[in-house]
């Protein structure tokens, strides 16, 4: 009794088993070439049908990494592209030689160059001076937490007040910063007309360099204070 009960339990062999054993052992149909005889499909065409089938694994294995290449090489080139325009708009800020040129043409270069409906820019001592600004202002500020561009479509209303026109429905607010300050000198505004465009889960990291980039600027363009 004793021997049949261990002659049975070393038998068993699951499916799981055999699926665990070929996935280590790629290679059994090679070492024993004559186990493809045995093989059955639905085809009932043998070996034949088990090497179709494989063919078409393969082609689609090779497909989807042909999808996965193409997409990140589209990526790579659109993020080409947006730092061909960085590069371009940073060299027009070089250039700026006052406060009101800044004011007037940065805006209307971003947004040409990245196709946004509306930029606007509030400075520090600007949304001082007007009372009704102010609370939009500090809200705002208390949502770019750590000094990071945030991007999102449900913004309350006396932020988007403050920086659009009632057509925007999504924003990104970039806080206009020094390396050394731990305050923005101001916030720049990217608002579009899609619900979409600027969402919460949007990568920020080209939007800080160019929140860094434009601090700088109006920091160097800014009357000195005495």
């Known amino acids: 009794m004793?021997?049949?009960?261990?002659?049975?339990q070393t038998t068993e062999f699951t499916k799981a088993d055999l699926v665990g054993y070929l996935q280590q052992n790629p290679n059994i149909?090679?070492?024993?070439?004559?186990?493809?005889?045995?093989?059955?499909?639905?085809?009932?065409?043998?070996?034949?049908s088990l090497l179709e089938r494989q063919m078409s694994m393969i082609k689609e294995r090779l497909k989807e990494q042909k999808?996965?290449?193409?997409?990140?090489?589209?990526?790579?080139?659109e993020n080409e592209q947006i730092s061909d325009s960085f590069s371009q708009v940073i060299c027009q800020m070089i250039g700026f030689t006052n406060l009101s040129q800044f004011a007037t043409e940065f805006p209307t270069e971003l947004r040409s160059t990245f196709?946004?409906?509306?930029?606007?820019?509030?400075?520090?001592?600007?949304?001082?001076?007007?009372?009704?600004?102010?609370?939009?202002?500090?809200?705002?500020?208390?949502?770019?937490?750590?000094?990071?561009?945030?991007?999102?479509?449900?913004?309350?209303?006396?932020?988007?007040?403050?920086?659009?026109s009632p057509v925007i429905k999504s924003a990104a607010l970039i806080p206009m910063r020094k390396l050394d300050?731990?305050?923005?000198?101001?916030?720049?505004?990217?608002?579009?007309?899609?619900?979409?465009?600027y969402t919460n889960d949007l990568g920020t990291s080209h939007l800080d360099r160019l929140g860094l980039m434009s601090g700088l600027c109006l920091a160097r363009l800014q009357p000195s204070e005495s």
């Open 29 to 48: 149909f090679q070492q024993h070439p004559e186990l493809l005889e045995l093989v059955t499909l639905s085809g009932s065409r043998g070996t034949a």
């Open 181 to 197: 300050s731990s305050e923005p000198l101001g916030i720049l505004a990217l608002g579009s007309q899609d619900p979409e465009r």
């Open 115 to 164: 196709n946004i409906d509306e930029v606007s820019f509030k400075t520090v001592q600007a949304a001082a001076r007007r009372p009704t600004d102010n609370q939009g202002y500090d809200d705002a500020v208390r949502r770019m937490v750590n000094n990071r561009a945030v991007c999102d479509n449900r913004w309350p209303n006396n932020i988007m007040n403050l920086f659009f």
């Open 67 to 77: 999808s996965q290449q193409s997409q990140y090489i589209q990526v790579v080139r």
């Open 2 to 8: 004793t021997i049949e009960i261990q002659k049975q």
